[in-house]
């Protein structure tokens, strides 16, 4: 695995619309170690999604800078490009419809030409089986349940081993029990092979059942807030949601951000992604 | 399709007749004026011995096919590059867009003086015919893509290039599909009466089912006409057929639901 740091330093975005200037991100400094699962946690507008494009290579931004494993990725003058050392996970499938759960699975490595077909097809099987979907690879990806389509869709990512993975609320809008499924399921392919993650989200419990460390926002502008060690034993279990540190930690991080919330909720801000 | 769905079918379309041949023999109005069905399936026995017959079916069978692949093989390129490049867009949808009210017939004298040969001037008009229709879906399904499967494929490694033929292409793939039904449909209305202006190239030269038609109407020969109405029917709906068919084979996806 090449997991890799990611530095994000001074970062500011605006974008401007009828009403004005706003003010995505203002001096946005956060800093993942390799292998960190990283989740940044904010109401909707702190500015997390642009962050997240931003390591992408699918916006610019305007000020500070992004370095990835020590090496420069973006400046305001040089956006990045999207590559497949940042894969990006979405909030909803983005599975190719057109391909095969294992064609989806290859496409990756088949068109950076790092492995040969049969090659990428025998690891893909691999990691397909590990994540417990073995036995779907010749379906297509309608034939899947959401559950089943985001784990792939993950796998699809993890197989270009890239130096960090992105994923941004991949989970949203899934049932409870999905979703605490699709937890653990995230940690074990995350566990086996720890790559560096960015997970961004606005579910507090969800932040801080994955995260290794938990980075709060605030929104407008998005800036960072404070960042928390939540120092639970991995592997994490479903029991944990239980115990009393896993509770302590979630108030913690809950305060954090609702303050910010409820601020925004008295100034009446329109919602904005 | 249920076995009484079938009963009730056949049900309907023999009903269909018996009224036909009911009215044909009465005199009633309107339908007085045609020969029965039984008279026309005699004419249809007659048609099926002689050549001219099926050369009709294989000269505007062809020229569908021609101007159909024509068509298709510079509306789909044609309506991608408007999908996708803006300026290109600005610059070719004008022109097309004065271009595609006339009607394809309309462009049947120029047709001729454009081309060397009957058959190639009516392939033009058909190609137009259906060109509009393929170059339109295209346009608008390459429009409606998913732009975020655009930017996972970049983010999984690939170039301009391969995001136009692996993610562009195929998620235009079910307007494509639905251009070339229409397309095709508009094909057959187009072959008819563009043999019919043009006379085809007469009889002895499979002058096509079109011509066949005109001509049996001016050799008094109604019952003629009716075999050539039912000919191209099925024509057009075999065609439609085929183009269905091959669609589903090149995206199984579609029924994976």
């Avoid at chain 2, 007085?32 to 099926?54: I, M, Q, R, T």
Wanted: proline residues 5%; contains cysteine; charged residues 20%.
């Amino acid at each position: 695995m090449n997991a890799a740091s990611l530095q994000i330093e001074d970062v500011a975005k605006s974008y401007r619309n009828q009403s004005g200037e706003l003010v995505a991100l203002s001096s946005c400094s956060i800093e993942i170690a390799p292998e960190e699962l990283h989740v940044i946690v904010g109401p909707s507008g702190c500015g997390k999604t642009t962050l997240l494009n931003a390591v992408a290579g699918f916006q610019g931004i305007d000020g500070g800078l992004i370095r990835l494993g020590g090496e420069t990725l973006c400046t305001a003058e040089r956006p990045a490009e999207p590559g497949a050392d940042r894969v990006v996970v979405f909030q909803h499938s983005t599975l190719f419809p057109w391909r095969t759960v294992l064609d989806n699975v290859t496409y990756g490595p088949v068109i950076q030409g790092r492995r040969s077909r049969a090659e990428a097809r025998s690891l893909a099987r691999e990691r397909l089986s590990q994540a417990g979907l073995a036995g779907l690879e010749d379906r297509y990806p309608a034939e899947l349940s959401s559950g089943a389509q985001r784990r792939v869709e993950i796998v699809r990512a993890l197989v270009n081993e890239p130096r960090v993975l992105l994923l941004d609320e991949p989970f949203r809008g899934m049932d409870q029990i999905t979703r605490d499924l699709m937890h653990e399921a995230l940690l074990e392919l995350y566990d086996r092979a720890r790559p560096t993650v960015l997970f961004i989200t606005h579910d507090i419990e969800e932040a801080v059942f994955l995260g290794s460390r938990v980075t709060a926002m605030s929104a407008r502008p998005g800036r960072v807030k404070a960042t928390i060690e939540i120092d639970l034993p991995r592997p994490r279990e479903a029991g944990l949601r239980a115990s009393a540190r896993f509770n302590e930690l979630l108030a913690d991080v809950l305060s954090l951000v609702h303050d910010e919330a409820s601020r925004a909720f008295v100034a009446g801000d329109r919602e904005a992604a | 399709m249920s076995r009484g769905a079938i009963l009730r079918g056949a049900l309907g379309i023999l009903a269909f007749l018996a009224l036909w041949e009911l009215g044909a023999r009465l005199d009633a109005p309107i339908v007085g004026v045609l020969p029965g069905p039984a008279d026309v399936a005699s004419s249809f026995a007659g048609l099926v011995g002689s050549g001219g017959y099926w050369e009709s079916w294989l000269a505007s069978g062809e020229r569908v096919l021609w101007g159909f692949v024509a068509a298709m093989s510079v509306g789909v390129p044609f309506g991608l590059l408007l999908a996708i490049n803006q300026r290109a867009k600005a610059l070719l949808f004008p022109p097309f867009e004065i271009l595609r009210p006339i009607p394809p017939l309309a462009w049947v004298p120029l047709s001729i003086l454009f081309w060397p040969t009957q058959n190639l001037s009516i392939e033009f008009v058909i190609f137009l015919g259906a060109f509009y229709t393929v170059v339109l879906n295209v346009v608008g399904g390459a429009e409606q893509i998913d732009r975020r499967h655009v930017l996972v494929a970049r983010s999984l490694g690939a170039g301009t290039w391969t995001v136009y033929r692996r993610v562009i292409l195929p998620a235009t793939l079910p307007s494509i599909a639905t251009g070339a039904v229409v397309g095709m449909g508009i094909t057959w209305e187009v072959v008819v009466a563009a043999e019919l202006i043009s006379g085809g190239g007469g009889a002895n030269d499979g002058g096509g089912l079109g011509f066949l038609l005109w001509n049996a109407y001016q050799g008094g020969a109604i019952a003629q006409v009716i075999v050539c109405m039912i000919s191209l029917g099925v024509a057009g709906y075999a065609s439609s057929v085929v183009v269905r068919v091959l669609s589903e084979r090149l995206m199984p996806w579609k029924e994976a639901r």
